[in-house]
T-cell receptor, first 110, second 114 residues
Framework: RKEVEQDPGPFNVPEGATVAFNCTYS??????FFWYRQDCRKEPKLLMS???SGNEDGRFTAQLNRASQYISLLIRDSKLSDSATYLC???????????FGAGTTVTVRA | EAQVTQNPRYLITVTGKKLTVTCSQN?????MSWYRQDPGLGLRQIYY???????DKGDVPEGYKVSRKEKRNFPLILESPSPNQTSLYFC?????????????FGPGTRLTVL
């Protein structure tokens, strides 16, 4: 079983729509969770960390469900510029080893 | 400007011809790592370094070598490249080794081994 699994999508949504997707992780001892954004063939960049209480950054909301071992990302009022692949990242076997999901692709259309 | 640089950005080579991909960061970060990204597999860690002269294997180290002689540089060496090493490679750095530290990625090196 992969350490981090994501629905690859793609999620095709119109501008202004809300889109949400999850990521599941296998290591119940994981402590740190992140969402990174990756534009086509470019380097990943941190979008937001995911805290136990959930957190919001503008139109983006991240949630953590430890009982079911998944994190989620919700994007409200989607913009064309939100089109990207979103990578779920979880700390793995050691505190300094990160495990990356394969990514969820979101395409926002006009 | 704070950044991670990699060179070359694109490389086409042949099986068995040794190559080095350089990585340099100007943020005085202690932790550096190399990843490869393949379709459907996500980023997989090749090697990481927690400080100068301290390196360790990641998840897919076979066929790769690294060195960390200076804090800012972390080159990736392929002694005898093979076609299964065709991939997109990213170097990353962070302030510390804690997984709470933000990873800063280089622009990537697209390697093709014929």
């Amino acid at each position: 079983r992969k350490e981090v699994e994501q629905d690859p999508g793609p999620f095709n949504v119109p501008e202004g729509a809300t889109v949400a997707f999850n990521c599941t992780y296998s290591n119940s001892a994981s402590q740190s969770f992140f969402w990174y954004r990756q534009d086509c063939r470019k380097e990943p960049k941190l979008l937001m960390s995911v805290y136990s209480s959930g957190n919001e950054d503008g139109r983006f909301t991240a949630q953590l469900n430890r009982a079911s071992q998944y994190i989620s990302l919700l994007i409200r009022d989607s913009k064309l510029s939100d089109s990207a692949t979103y990578l779920c990242v979880v700390n793995g076997r050691g505190d300094y080893k990160l495990s990356f999901g394969a990514g969820t692709t979101v395409t926002v259309r006009a | 400007e704070a950044q991670v640089t990699q060179n070359p950005r694109y490389l086409i080579t042949v099986t068995g011809k040794k190559l080095t991909v350089t990585c340099s960061q100007n943020m005085n970060h202690e932790y550096m790592s190399w990843y490869r990204q393949d379709p459907g597999l996500g980023l997989r860690q090749i090697y990481y370094s927690m400080n100068v002269e301290v390196t360790d294997k990641g998840d897919v180290p076979e066929g790769y070598k690294v060195s960390r002689k200076e804090k800012r540089n972390f080159p990736l060496i392929l002694e005898s490249p093979s076609p299964n090493q065709t991939s997109l490679y990213f170097c990353a750095s962070s302030f510390g080794a804690s997984s709470t530290d933000t990873q800063y990625f280089g622009p990537g090196t697209r390697l093709t081994v014929l």
